[in-house]
């Protein structure tokens, strides 16, 4: 049996830590090559875009692979769109391995919005202190509010960042912890907080120090994702992978 592992994730990590050195299933992660130094796969890997649906179902035949787990992340709409429509094409079973959603309680003080976009917008015309944690690629969004001052954090550089022209830059990578995220915010005088609905308890803390301290968080609420089954647990998808051997 071949699976194909789209990645990109700690979930597609733990996925492919688990099919190390298993040659009855011949795994292989694919990773787009956004990250600047990914720590190398345990497993084959290959790096880089399929070309669309039609080049990922040419990935897919050519390497005679018999189903797809989607581990990429919930806000990676286009490339979750090509896996569905591909392994229809050939019909290929897939399975989405995703961390669920964050859900506000009680003391939160959520706004949820539909893109970055609207959460630029949402900050207001009034100059704030934002906590913006949306990753690299959707800062460009925010270049139309630039009144506020804002404290971004990213995983690697981001390029164009001197389009929000009060900035502060943290390169850094989860986990964090609620305290040092409390602290943070504390100390950098954080009013608003934006952050995406990525899940996971590695990013986190942040919302719970946020709630700590009182202060409002914009959130931007995940792409409606394919109709596929959807698994949030790995050894879930260790046995929908048993169960879709050939
Ligand atoms: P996207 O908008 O859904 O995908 C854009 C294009 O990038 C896809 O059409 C595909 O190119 C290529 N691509 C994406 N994931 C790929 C993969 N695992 N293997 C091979 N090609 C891939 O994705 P994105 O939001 O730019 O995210 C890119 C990567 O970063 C993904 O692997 C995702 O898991 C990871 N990531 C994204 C976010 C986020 O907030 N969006 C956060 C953390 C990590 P072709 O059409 O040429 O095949």
């Excluded at 704030?128 to 990213?154: I, K, N």
């Amino acid at each position: 049996m071949r699976i194909l592992i789209l990645g990109g994730t700690s979930e597609a990590s733990a996925l492919a830590r688990a099919l190390a050195g298993r040659t009855d299933l011949r795994p292989e992660l694919s990773l787009a090559g956004r990250t600047r130094s990914p720590a190398p796969p345990p497993i084959a890997y290959r790096i880089g875009g399929f070309g669309g649906a039609d080049g990922l179902a040419r990935h897919l035949a050519a390497g005679g692979f018999h189903a797809v787990v989607d581990a990429t992340h919930p806000f990676a709409e286009t490339m979750s769109r090509n896996a569905a429509e591909a392994c229809a094409a050939l019909a290929l079973p897939l399975v989405a391995f995703t961390r669920p959603p964050w859900a506000a309680g009680p003391g939160d003080r959520w706004t949820t919005v539909a893109s970055a976009e609207e959460a630029a917008d949402a900050l207001g015309r009034k100059p704030r202190s934002v906590f913006l944690t949306v990753g690299r690629l959707s800062l460009p969004a925010f270049a139309v509010a630039p009144q506020h001052r804002y404290l971004v954090r990213t995983i690697d550089r981001p390029d164009g960042i001197d389009a929000l022209p009060d900035h502060k830059l943290i390169l850094a990578r989860g986990p964090f912890e609620a305290k040092a995220e409390a602290a943070l915010m504390r100390e950098e005088g954080i009013e608003v907080l934006v952050s995406k609905d990525s899940g996971g308890a590695a990013t986190r803390p942040k919302l719970d120090a946020a709630r700590e301290l009182g202060i409002p968080v914009v959130i931007i609420r995940r792409p409606a994702p394919p109709d596929v089954p959807v698994l949030h647990e790995l050894e879930s998808v260790l046995a929908w992978i048993e169960a879709h051997r050939p």
